[in-house]
């Protein structure tokens, strides 16, 4: 079975749409080396579908956060022009629709009796969110989780993974050798203007916690052959986008750390040279955080067992 993405059907090229509107968040964000979804103020809400009630994944997860946070939409509900109307609401005229991408699969017939070929087509969606929308009423009440609670939450989380985590000195990392988590002491996280201790503390973990889930042993993420000089820079870009995931969903607000700032001109240059990278970069970032939570329900499940 052969897999392919293909955007020839479309007026644009998708991937190079999303990616440029990737690239232009983070140079947005490069004087004070935040990205949208780490400013205070703006909601990490995993953004979904108002009509399946589904999560976006991948890549649409960022390109929804960064219509939210530019656009200043204070809720993570989305549907199409045609969703909306189906729920008795209407788009406002003149309101602009954000983009989404999502792949189709097609088969085509093969001669000589061979079986037919598979693709994978890339075809853009366009949504809106509920801010642009008359006559849907919000939920009486949507999830909201305490701090407090959601640490407590993270904590049963990083057991449920059984990573090696040892805790001292000044350097967060993680060490594929001996398949080891290092990370600093917990009085180093003092807090910044715009995020607690405890934010720094687990946004942290949960970035080093993306990259041990790309040992081989695991997920076996390796990036060498096809960005080559580059594949560390999408490593950390994963592991970045990771983290906001796994913050997103554990209810945690994301600090940027102050050491990735090296690696955004990397990033960018990454994005720049393949308007594909971000699409793999975001479709990693998920299978990491898949991989985890996975791990954290099915412990759960043992626990209520």
């Known amino acids: 079975m ?5 955007s020839s059907n479309s007026r644009f090229d998708v991937y190079e749409t999303i990616t440029n509107q990737i690239i232009s968040a983070i140079e947005n964000g490069v004087g004070d080396v935040q990205l949208p979804w780490h400013r205070k103020g703006f909601s990490t809400a995993r953004p979904f579908n108002v009509q399946s009630k589904k999560v976006y994944n991948g890549v649409n997860i960022l390109a929804l956060w960064i219509a939210a946070y530019t656009s200043g939409y204070e809720h993570g509900i989305w549907g199409t022009y045609k969703q909306w109307q189906e729920r008795g609401a209407q788009v406002r005229k003149g309101e602009a629709s954000s983009m989404i991408i999502f792949f189709k699969d097609i088969e085509v017939e093969n001669q000589n009796g061979e079986d037919p070929s598979h693709y994978s087509i890339a075809k853009a969606s366009r949504v809106f969110n509920i801010a642009q929308v008359d006559g849907y009423e919000m939920p009486a009440t949507e999830p909201q989780i305490d701090k407090i609670i959601a640490c407590e939450n993270a904590e049963r989380f990083i057991v449920s993974t059984n990573a090696k985590i040892n805790i001292g000195g000044a350097r967060a990392c993680y060490s594929p050798s001996s398949d080891t988590i290092s ?18 503390w687990y946004s942290t973990l949960f970035h080093e916690l993306t990259h041990w889930t790309g040992s081989s042993n695991r997920l076996a993420r390796d990036f060498g052959k096809r960005f080559g000089d580059n594949r560390y820079a999408m490593e950390e870009l994963v592991a970045e986008l990771g983290a906001a995931f796994l913050c997103s969903e554990l209810g945690i607000t994301q600090e940027p750390r102050a050491d990735h700032a090296c ?23 998920s299978k990491a955080s898949d991989y985890l939570l996975a791990k954290f329900k099915e412990n759960q499940f043992e626990e209520s067992t």
Do not use: C
């Not at 052969?2 to 293909?6: C, D």
């Not at 807090?191 to 720094?200: I, K, R």
């Open 263 to 285: 690696y955004i001109n990397n990033w960018l240059q990454v994005l720049k040279q393949d308007s594909k990278a971000i699409i793999t970069a975001a479709s990693q970032a």
């Open 2 to 6: 052969k897999n392919q993405s293909n």
């Open 183 to 200: 990370m600093p002491d917990r009085h180093r996280f003092v807090g910044t203007e715009t995020s607690t201790p405890t934010e720094g």
